[in-house]
């Protein structure tokens, strides 16, 4: 609710001051927590040595100070430590609520002292290129990669949740170019085209939208829906697909995919064009390409099902000309990288020079490709297998 949400928002926003406190608080009561244990002890150690014939010395009160320090400490950690954050980490928003008040005033009044600390801690940091915090700092993304790699090693989690999480990551580095549909495997059609005939693309093709153009495809002038196109051929014998084309909007490859989502929820747009640096078009992004980044390939009725990489025997693998090099290497175990190529079509076509032949081979980085289909302007599927086969 609103009153719980204002709540939460205020520690949120005061956090380096509720942490400092908080941290501070801790200190205070290891510290009573020291002189309890010694209080308690001198009263203790009197007895402790009767009992063993020592004389009331060190060694008397060290072993009854140890001796009560220890289910003290023991009894800190259970009460003190670990059941309040586990019942924290369980219902955060409950705990925050109900202990607002207590956390901000505990924090206002410890800051005045936790506040100069810092400051002073600060000083000394700088003079090193540090910077003191009270604040434990956050994991990087690698440590949380490898705790999660461990917990599905130990069964904590299942390998799709790993792989949901490990994608969260690389969906903040991912640019358009790489999720695109190339201009080259574009169903697109050119802006006068009858409407019966963009129909019947849609039919075949099973697109519920298509990019037309002007002359050429490197000029798209608009996105014609299925369900404009099917309405007004329903209303009208007459249908100019001219006038149902919705404006795209325009996005350069290296847009992250992140920004892109953002700007095609808040324009309502399901396809986005994606142009190079000199204005043509490179290809289009959905909404679909882009979820298909997070979850992994939406298959529906109209897709070909055929795996971007299968084993072909041993060591051997039939590959999709158009399958990114983060992928194959995550599947074959390479380490395929190029700043100028995103798929492993174009990195073999930038090796060869110039558009191989079915049936030629080249070795690249320990692997040989062989080329088995290609359409005279690009790769369509190779077989990869390393170089000198494993065990020889």
Same mark, same amino acid.
């Given at each position: 609710?609103?009153?719980?949400?204002?709540?939460?928002?205020?520690?949120?926003? %005061?956090?380096?001051?509720? @942490?400092? !406190?908080?941290?501070?608080?801790?200190?205070?009561?290891?510290?009573?927590?020291?002189?309890?244990?010694?209080?308690?002890?001198?009263?203790?150690?009197?007895?402790?040595?009767?009992?063993?014939?020592?004389?009331?010395?060190?060694?008397?009160?060290?072993?009854? #100070?140890?001796?009560?320090?220890?289910?003290?400490?023991?009894?800190?950690?259970?009460? %003190? /430590?670990?059941?309040?954050?586990?019942?924290?980490?369980?219902?955060?928003?409950? +705990?925050?609520?109900?202990?607002?008040?207590?956390?901000?005033?505990?924090?206002? +009044?410890?800051?005045?002292?936790?506040?100069?600390?810092? #400051?002073? !801690?600060?000083?000394?940091?700088?003079?090193?290129?540090?910077? !003191?915090?009270? /604040?434990?700092?956050?994991?990087?993304?690698?440590?949380?990669?490898?705790? *999660?790699? $461990?917990?599905?090693?130990?069964? /904590?989690?299942?390998?799709?949740?790993?792989?949901?999480?490990?994608?969260?990551?690389?969906?903040?580095?991912? *640019? !358009?170019?790489?999720?695109?549909?190339? =201009?080259?495997?574009?169903?697109?059609?050119?802006?006068?085209?009858?409407?019966?005939?963009?129909?019947?693309?849609?039919? &075949?093709?099973?697109? $519920?939208?298509?990019?037309?153009?002007?002359?050429?495809?490197?000029?798209?002038?608009?996105?014609?829906?299925?369900?404009?196109?099917?309405?007004?051929? +329903?209303?009208?014998?007459? @249908?100019?697909?001219?006038?149902?084309?919705?404006?795209?909007?325009?996005?350069?490859?290296?847009?992250?995919?992140?920004?892109?989502?953002?700007?095609?929820?808040? $324009?309502?747009?399901?396809?986005?064009?994606?142009?190079?640096?000199?204005?043509?078009? $490179?290809? *289009?992004?959905?909404?679909?390409?882009?979820?298909?980044?997070?979850?992994?390939?939406?298959?529906?009725?109209?897709?070909?099902?055929?795996?971007?990489?299968?084993?072909?025997?041993?060591?051997?693998?039939? +590959?999709?000309?158009?399958?990114?090099?983060?992928?194959?290497?995550?599947?074959?175990?390479?380490?395929?990288?190029?700043?100028?190529?995103?798929?492993?079509?174009?990195?073999?076509?930038?090796?060869?020079? =110039?558009?191989?032949?079915?049936? &030629?081979?080249?070795?690249?980085?320990?692997?040989?490709?062989?080329?088995?289909?290609?359409?005279?302007?690009?790769?369509?599927?190779?077989?990869?297998?390393?170089?000198?086969?494993? %065990?020889?």
């Amino acid at each position: 609710d609103e009153p719980r949400r204002a709540k939460l928002q205020t520690l949120v926003d %005061g956090k380096s001051k509720y @942490v400092a !406190a908080c941290a501070l608080g801790n200190r205070f009561c290891r510290v009573a927590l020291v002189f309890l244990s010694f209080l308690l002890a001198q009263g203790f150690a009197p007895g402790l040595a009767d009992r063993l014939n020592w004389d009331f010395d060190f060694r008397a009160i060290l072993l009854g #100070a140890l001796m009560v320090a220890i289910p003290i400490e023991v009894l800190n950690l259970m009460i %003190g /430590e670990l059941l309040p954050k586990s019942y924290s980490a369980l219902y955060p928003s409950k +705990v925050g609520s109900r202990l607002f008040g207590f956390i901000r005033a505990t924090g206002t +009044v410890l800051s005045v002292f936790a506040l100069p600390v810092a #400051a002073m !801690a600060n000083l000394v940091a700088s003079r090193f290129g540090g910077r !003191a915090s009270f /604040e434990t700092p956050n994991q990087t993304e690698e440590e949380i990669k490898a705790l *999660v790699d $461990s917990a599905e090693e130990t069964g /904590e989690i299942e390998s799709e949740e790993k792989e949901l999480i490990h994608s969260v990551f690389e969906f903040a580095d991912t *640019v !358009a170019r790489e999720v695109m549909t190339p =201009r080259v495997d574009l169903d697109s059609m050119p802006v006068d085209t009858p409407a019966v005939d963009v129909a019947r693309v849609m039919r &075949e093709t099973g697109h $519920s939208r298509i990019p037309l153009f002007e002359e050429t495809d490197d000029q798209i002038v608009g996105i014609l829906h299925a369900k404009d196109l099917l309405m007004a051929m +329903v209303e009208d014998v007459e @249908v100019r697909v001219r006038d149902l084309m919705r404006a795209p909007i325009f996005v350069p490859e290296g847009k992250s995919l992140r920004e892109l989502l953002t700007e095609m929820r808040t $324009s309502k747009s399901q396809m986005a064009v994606v142009q190079d640096e000199f204005g043509g078009t $490179s290809g *289009v992004v959905t909404i679909e390409d882009i979820v298909e980044e997070l979850v992994g390939d939406i298959v529906d009725e109209y897709d070909e099902e055929m795996p971007e990489v299968v084993a072909e025997g041993v060591d051997a693998w039939s +590959v999709d000309g158009k399958t990114h090099l983060d992928d194959l290497n995550h599947e074959v175990g390479a380490t395929f990288d190029s700043e100028e190529f995103d798929t492993i079509g174009g990195y073999v076509f930038g090796h060869f020079g =110039r558009q191989p032949t079915m049936g &030629e081979s080249i070795e690249i980085d320990g692997y040989r490709f062989d080329v088995i289909e290609t359409d005279g302007r690009r790769i369509l599927r190779l077989i990869v297998r390393p170089a000198v086969p494993q %065990g020889a």
